[in-house]
């Protein structure tokens, strides 16, 4: 079975340019998160999505970020405009939608930097 | 909201000796416990979970304990080994409405098995 990938692994852009994060979820997945680590603190919680509905988008920083998820399949996340603090590793997360199976498999992450 | 605290923030441990991590979570409705393991450059893995319902759960080495009045649970690895070395991570979450679970993570602890 295929694993949670991510893309591009690595994106070093400049302050105020646009960057756009692709997720594709384990195939089946109906559950797909976001979250984010900002120089090695904790892995936070951005947003969540049930097939293409955002269930839950309160960890969003502000509106420069903008996620989708189009047809319940993969997802993007954009940065617009990329700020310096917004320099760390995105990981996308996917499990199913059942009541007692909730493992999050996560992907290997986009390390972003702003320079 | 959830708040997760995780120490050490670094834990160094002679192959075969056995390390403990331990969290603390705020929210008393919490009840979905994981651990996950990030080798270096690799997507977090998850090692072990546990439920509220349950007040320990082993694996092999692996073992997890839950005090919910307190508050706190604990990863326990005996006979460490260098492959363990990695970035651990506890978590804590609650079902949401629908399905699914936001997990709040702890800081992370850098585990070092030396030889």
């Known amino acids: 079975e295929a694993g949670v990938t991510q893309f591009p692994s690595h994106s070093v852009i400049e302050k105020g340019q646009t960057v756009t994060l692709r997720c594709d979820p384990i195939s089946g997945h109906d559950n797909l998160y976001w979250y984010r680590r900002v120089m090695g603190k904790e892995i936070k919680f951005l947003l969540h999505?049930?097939?293409?509905?955002?269930?839950?988008e309160s960890g969003m920083p502000n509106n420069r970020f903008l996620a989708e998820r189009t047809g319940g399949t993969y997802s993007t996340l954009k940065v617009q405009p990329a700020e310096l603090e917004d320099s760390g590793v995105y990981f996308c997360a996917s499990s199913q939608l059942t009541g007692f199976s909730n493992i999050q498999y996560f992907g290997a992450g986009t390390r972003l930097s702003v320079l | 909201g959830e708040n997760v605290e995780q120490h050490p923030s670094t834990l160094s441990v002679q192959e075969g000796d056995s390390a403990v991590i331990k969290c603390t979570y705020s929210?008393?409705?919490?009840?979905?416990f994981p651990w996950y393991k990030q080798e270096l450059g690799k997507r977090p893995q998850l090692i072990i979970d546990i439920r509220s319902n349950v007040g320990e759960k082993k694996d092999q080495r692996i073992a997890v304990t839950l005090n919910k009045t307190a508050k706190h649970f604990s990863l326990h690895i005996t006979e460490t080994q260098p492959e363990d070395s990695a970035v651990y991570f506890c978590?804590?979450?609650?079902?949401?409405?629908?399905?699914?679970?936001?997990?709040?993570f702890g800081t992370g602890t850098q585990l070092k098995v030396e030889l």
């Open positions: 999505f049930v097939k293409e509905s955002k269930q839950d």
């Open positions: 978590a804590a979450s609650k079902e949401l409405t629908g399905g699914g679970n936001k997990l709040t």
């Open positions: 929210d008393s409705a919490s009840n979905y």
